[in-house]
Nanobody, 122 residues
Framework: QVHLVESGGFSVQAGGSLRLTCVVS????????LGWFRQAPGKGRERVAV????????NYADSVKGRFAISKDNGRNTLYLQMMSLEPEDTAMYFC???????????????WGQGTKVTVSS
């Protein structure tokens, strides 16, 4: 089993920044992808960013390109999401996920964290 725990969510003003952290434990494979997803009230889950654990290849949603950066520290088993120039539309619960890349990209990963809330006020 793989366990993920997010932290770092907070309430900030528009234009501010936050750094989310996801600590991963368990039997995570070197060829897994790690991803960040979010779900705003009344909306479906949206893929925000994905990083391949072995290659560092990244992928971002159009809505966050140029503002968010996904990174990881394999030695610490930690995933990060640096969020800059935050907008009210970024308000959501943010979740980290892990699985084979095809499942992560589809939003159907087997392993998910509990979520951390980000609120951006105007």
């Amino acid at each position: 089993q793989v366990h993920l725990v997010e932290s770092g969510g907070f309430s900030v003003q528009a234009g501010g920044s936050l750094r989310l952290t996801c600590v991963v434990s368990g039997n995570i494979r070197s060829d897994y992808c790690l991803g960040w997803f979010r779900q705003a009230p009344g909306k479906g889950r949206e893929r925000v960013a994905v990083i391949e654990r072995g290659t560092d290849t990244t992928n971002y949603a159009d809505s966050v390109k140029g503002r968010f950066a996904i990174s990881k520290d394999n030695g610490r088993n930690t995933l990060y999401l640096q969020m800059m120039s935050l907008e009210p539309e970024d308000t959501a619960m943010y979740f980290c996920a892990a699985d084979f890349c095809s499942y992560v990209y589809k939003g159907n990963a087997a392993y998910w964290g509990q979520g951390t809330k980000v609120t951006v006020s105007s």
